[in-house]
């Protein structure tokens, strides 16, 4: 249970720094914080922390409104609509593949 949290939280911290930008935030360069850099890695640090808050209420919100689904509902799922919709895209994707040279030519798009 408590495992749980702690990879909301690494989960949140990891997201907030690598597709969020970390620490930085708008107007980050302004004057007020050139005089004082102690009082610019401090609101950095809030600001890191608003976003790993944020990412956590997201996690939960998600979590908490839509509805867990069964095992065999998943399976299906799986089975019975995801197999045969990459089958279908590996078979246009080989297709598309084969037939680019020849639709380049025809567009005249080619050498």
């Given amino acids: ?10 989960s949140s911290a990891l997201i907030s720094s690598l597709y969020f ?4 935030f708008p107007f980050m360069d302004a004057s007020i914080f050139q005089s004082s850099p102690n009082l610019l890695a401090f609101v950095g640090f809030c600001v ?3 976003k790993i808050l944020f990412f956590i209420f997201f996690f939960m919100w998600i979590r908490w409104t839509i509805p867990r689904f069964r095992y065999d509902q998943l399976m299906h799922l799986g089975w019975r609509v995801l197999m045969p919709l990459a089958i279908v895209n ?9 037939g680019a040279p020849q639709l380049r030519a025809m567009l005249g798009w080619g050498k």
Wanted: no cysteine; hydrophobic share 60%.
């Fill in 1 to 10: 249970m408590f495992s749980e949290y702690v990879n909301m939280f690494v």
């Fill in 48 to 50: 890191l922390f608003a």
């Fill in 21 to 24: 930008g970390g620490y930085n």
């Fill in 90 to 98: 590996m078979l246009l994707t080989g297709l598309g593949v084969l």
